[in-house]
């Protein structure tokens, strides 16, 4: 079946650190894929996405590229700041129906002065 | 901003008694959605809403958890009996329902059975 699999935690990284989390995913078909945010104590907040190959979700200074060849949908921030600290998620969905989420297990950040 | 509300925010139970949790979803999302986030994995699906009608529960352990929505709108997620393997963060989430278009999540309900 469909799975997510994401590297495992936690990342601890100095303020400014280029940050990289891998993702990788096993879909039948082309699936959307996802990186969300869940801030200690809150619920999830969709960071950004992208709905097919070879695009490019951004926000808020994260990037990640849908790379079908590799079947990889990695998170980047070129320099992270102690606000970025959080449990990143990386989910696959469908467009058709994209509350329906297969998630991966979640990767804990942590940014240190 | 429009959000969805979740209540209560924490609940402690004791094993063998119910439990439920409520969602007030964005008004006029027609599609709603129940996970479960054990500590420290990813949601997983329980349940998704169209409207009133249940249209996925594949993954709802039907013995013991129940949800509804009976108006289309708001809904409720119950667990009867509790076990302490359904301690566990409880997240609602709605969308609009059409093509693309985002699912937005509340905060959750943590649920703690002893």
């Known amino acids: 079946g469909d799975s997510v699999t994401q590297m495992e935690g936690p990342v601890t990284l100095s303020e400014e650190a280029f940050l990289t989390i891998n993702c990788t995913y096993t879909a039948t078909g082309y699936p959307s894929l996802f990186w969300y945010v869940q801030y200690p104590g809150e619920g999830l907040q969709l960071l950004l996405k992208a709905t097919k190959a070879d695009d490019k979700g951004s926000n808020k200074g994260f990037e990640a590229t849908y790379r079908k060849e590799t079947t990889s949908f990695h998170l980047e921030k070129g320099s992270v700041q102690v606000s970025d600290s959080a449990v990143y998620f990386c989910?696959?969905?469908?467009?058709?129906?994209?509350?329906?989420?297969?998630f991966g297990q979640g990767t804990t950040l942590q940014v240190k002065p | 901003e429009a959000e969805v509300a979740q209540s209560p925010r924490y609940k402690i139970t004791e094993k063998s008694q119910a439990v439920a949790f409520w969602c007030d979803p964005i008004?006029?999302?027609?599609?709603l959605y129940w996970y479960r986030q054990i500590l420290g994995q990813g949601p997983e699906l329980l349940v998704q809403f169209q409207d009133e009608s249940v249209v996925d529960d594949s993954q709802l352990p039907k013995d013991r958890f129940s949800a509804e929505r009976l108006k289309g709108v708001d809904s409720t997620l119950k667990i009867q009996p509790a076990e302490l393997g359904d301690s566990a963060m409880y997240l609602c989430?709605?969308?609009?329902?059409?093509?693309?278009?985002?699912?937005?999540f509340g905060q959750g309900t943590r649920l703690t059975v002893v």
């Open positions: 008004s006029g999302h027609a599609t």
């Open positions: 989910a696959l969905g469908w467009s058709s129906n994209t509350g329906k989420l297969i």
């Open positions: 989430a709605s969308s609009p329902g059409t093509e693309g278009t985002e699912a937005f």
